[in-house]
């Protein structure tokens, strides 16, 4: 009878789980569409065929439909909240300037009443008690310029002076002949308030100063110091009104500013709605993608991983075997038996139905797993006694580029790697793409190359006779695919040339007999159909050189012809034969003057 552990504390209440289920439900998008069509919209079309496979499947399967409509409008609720965000910042932006233009207009306003104050007081000023907020413009009223009393005295005249001279000599006469009047010599008539020196300085009035000069004022020098502080203040207040005026008028064109925001933003808002929502129904897609190991980040794009260039290999290779005959496709899945097996680790989940499943569980828990994983999985593996080792030469010159003979070339390699892979996991395989440079590839280097110039088969043929001349494999396969005569060459200096069509042959057959000495070697050559006769002828010495089998057929059934070429199979396209004749296989050797006549060398065609 199970029981249950007590909780530590009386206090202390535990959930009841039965609440709770144990089910984890996803809500990602790809669960719901078919994998075997995603991966291969992704290989073929990339992340725009990803997303036009989602809309496809979302018209015909209501889930997806609503899962879709449940994360727009959840993006959409988002949409909204922002927006209200935002408005509600625009407001507060709003009401922050309301208070700060009521603040100064409030300001100016007391600023504008106590000029007002001043000025009146300043109309009815008396000299002889001065109110102490006018002290400041009474002392600038004092030290202006243009004032009578700060007039410095006027110069006496020419004639003036002289008539002074004479007086004072008159004066002197009367004094020496003791005819002068006494008493007391007339004085000057001086002014009632001299301030010049101190309007030429930099220095105020202090009080004491103040008063003197107030209490020597005329009653037209008061007159005219009471207009001068009264222009003074009105100065003042019609400068304060300026700036009230300027500050109304910025703070008008700030909130019309705001309005004419705020307004741009509920427009783009509502505007890029849809737009944000698409944008973030592509990112969930990429996420999930991403996720998967479908795609990753490659130079700030998005590219397939070489995980989906494999699962895709795997269904094309599928799809073609369907198109094989029966005893090939047995051939294919390798029915020659050793019965000598081996525990190894597990390698392609194909070996799931060997797995070991003790050595799997210890190996398990000393992991500290509870648990088989692929970390974890051990599996009994057929031990081989033949070592393989496959030279792929793929042909990506320009003239590949052609209708869909790129596309079929490559899909044609990737169903013979896997299937290669999958009979012989420890096989040697060499992708060699050649235009006039060679370049070792992989798979998805493969199915990325885009093609290139001319045609460079001797340098391939060169790059297959180094990769097999050092292995030690008991089995040694060449598969050359092309769609043309050899164009190009490399030279021993490196250099490519081409455009002489004769060398870049004779190189080719040079290359071919030094491939030749690798022994044992099985050489096939599967050329693309065309409607040059010297194609074939150019392909077919080169198949000779080299003891090897030429097949001549379409690009829809390359994968097809290099499948049955690995099973051992001899299937080929045959030609349409004349009218009352028997047909002729492809393969079978074309005679020099047979079908067309041959062209002259200028008029063979180039271009890769």
Known sequence: ???????????????????????????????????????????????????????????NDPKLAGRLAEMREKLRRQAERQLRRRMEEYDQRVERLELVSRKDQADIDAAMAELEARLKAARQIDLRRIDTGLLDEV????????????????????????????????????GLFGRSKKGARPSRKERTITLAGLAGSARTLGNSELGDALARLSP?????????????????????QREAEEKRKQSEAQRRELEAERAEAARRTAADGDRRVKEAEERRLNRELKERGLVADQDGKLSVTYGLVERFARLVLEEETRKLPGDVRLSLRGNASTGVYEKARLRQ?????????????????????????????????????????????????????????????????????????????????????FENEVKLLDLLELWECSPGSFTNTAEALH??????????????????????????????????LSGNLDAA?????????????????????????????????????????????????????????LLVRWAGGTETIRRPAPSGGTG?????????????????????????
């Open 584 to 608: 002729e296989a492809s393969r079978a050797p074309v005679p020099p003057g047979a079908g067309k006549p041959r062209r002259r060398k200028s008029d063979r065609r180039m271009g890769g």
């Open 139 to 174: 002392r600038s009223a004092l030290l202006l310029p243009d004032s009578d009393w700060i007039q410095a005295e006027a110069r006496p005249t020419l004639l003036e002076r002289l008539r002074a001279l004479f007086a004072r000599l008159l004066e002197w006469l009367r």
């Open 463 to 496: 790059t297959a006779h180094l990769l097999l001349r050092a292995s030690r494999a008991t089995r040694r396969e060449v598969y050359l695919v092309t769609d043309g005569l050899p164009e190009a060459y490399t030279e021993t200096t490196g250099r490519v």
């Open 349 to 433: 989940p194909e070996e799931v139905a060997h797995l070991d499943i003790p050595s799997s569980l210890l190996a398990a828990r000393l992991l500290g797993s509870k648990h088989i994983d692929e970390d974890s999985s051990y599996v009994y593996r057929e031990v081989t006694s033949e070592r393989v080792h496959v030279v792929l030469l793929f042909d990506k010159s320009g003239s590949m580029s052609e209708g869909n003979k790129l596309p079929a070339a490559k899909k044609a390699f990737l169903a013979l790697y896997v299937a290669i892979r999958r009979r012989h996991p420890e096989a040697v395989i060499d992708v060699v793409a």
């Open 220 to 240: 037209g020098e008061q007159k005219e110091l009471s207009s001068h502080v009264s222009h003074t203040l009105e100065a003042k207040e019609r400068d304060l």
């Open 505 to 561: 042959m004779e190189h080719a057959l040079v290359r071919a007999g030094e491939l030749a000495t690798v022994v044992p070697l099985k050489f096939s050559m599967i050329l693309l159909r065309s409607e040059h006769p010297e194609y074939e002828v150019a392909a077919r010495r080169i198949t000779r050189t080299l003891s090897g089998d030429l097949v001549i057929t379409d690009p829809n059934r390359l994968g097809v012809e």
């Open 1 to 59: 009878m199970p029981t249950t552990t007590p909780p530590s504390s009386e206090s202390v209440e535990l959930p009841d789980c039965s609440l709770f289920t144990d089910d984890v439900v996803s809500d990602d998008l790809l669960d719901l569409i078919d994998a075997q069509a995603l991966i291969r919209a992704l290989a073929e079309e990339g992340i725009e065929g990803a997303k036009a496979l989602l809309q496809d499947t979302a018209r």
